[in-house]
């Protein structure tokens, strides 16, 4: 059944049009008036509704019965990013609301090459929430991540102290440096319903004295192994090795 994301309070019985992107959908999957379709609106759960009428561009339809259904994973995982370069960050975007991401932070970097200020990365910004809410529709997310407006490194950094019971409490950068634990050794020894906090590098990494920035703010610098991964691969593997089934 197709999946379309409705942001606005939604209730059993409801009659609405549907928001432009939705509405140009059904009409594109050449719907029906009868025909059901799934809404969503990220607050939890779905409701089944019925095509009720077509227009030339709008769309109407009578809201069913809310299924609370939820397909998230059982721990919450944060992620943060320096932006890799060209599409790299769609695709980041794209798989990790896949995975189930509950937030993401794009950031500026000393090895960034990737730069955004002002108007434009904002426009990067809700394309990137777009991209992220194209991924829910597709995958049965119920719940859509926030993609948060580009900062600075340091600036963020700046945002977080430890011990903050509003913060996830474990954060673990993504290191080349020798000498950092496994990140799966470590995840086997946490708290699986402890909010977790993923700090990945762009191409190149983080400089050592971003490195130890984030050691201060309580990061635990953690390894994926002995390869030498691209920064997506990097971000999306230690996201997938944290999120748990939903249940």
């Known amino acids: 059944m197709p999946r379309f994301y409705c942001p606005v309070p939604l209730s059993n019985g409801q009659t609405l049009d549907l928001p432009p992107t939705a509405a140009r959908h059904v009409q594109v999957l050449r719907l029906q008036p009868g025909q059901t379709i799934t809404l969503f609106n990220g607050e939890g759960g779905e409701w089944e509704a019925t095509v009720a009428r077509m227009g030339r561009s709008d769309v109407e339809v009578l809201l069913g019965e809310h299924r609370a259904i939820e397909r998230e994973p059982k721990r919450a995982v944060h992620l943060a990013v320096g932006m890799p370069a060209n599409d790299r960050m769609d695709w980041l975007i794209e798989k990790a609301t896949e995975l189930g991401v509950r937030s993401v932070q794009p950031l500026h970097t000393a090895h960034s090459v990737l730069r955004l200020s002002g108007e434009r990365a904002e ?7 777009s991209v992220a809410v194209a991924a829910c529709e597709q995958c049965g997310a119920n719940r859509v991540p926030v993609v948060h407006a580009v900062s600075d490194l340091s600036t963020w950094l700046d945002g977080l102290a430890p011990g903050r019971p509003d913060q996830p409490g474990l954060r673990c950068l993504l290191s080349l440096r020798e000498g950092t634990q496994v990140l799966g050794a470590l995840l086997g020894h946490a708290d699986p319903d402890a909010p977790l906090l993923f700090l990945s590098g762009p191409e190149g ?7 130890e920035r984030t050691v201060q703010v309580g990061f635990s610098a953690v390894s994926l192994g002995a390869r030498v991964l691209r920064a997506e691969t990097a971000a999306l593997s230690a996201l997938a090795l944290a999120v748990q089934p939903a249940v």
Request: aromatic share 8%.
């Open 123 to 129: 426009k990067k910004r809700l394309h990137w929430q």
């Open 205 to 211: 990494g983080l400089s050592p004295q971003e490195e």
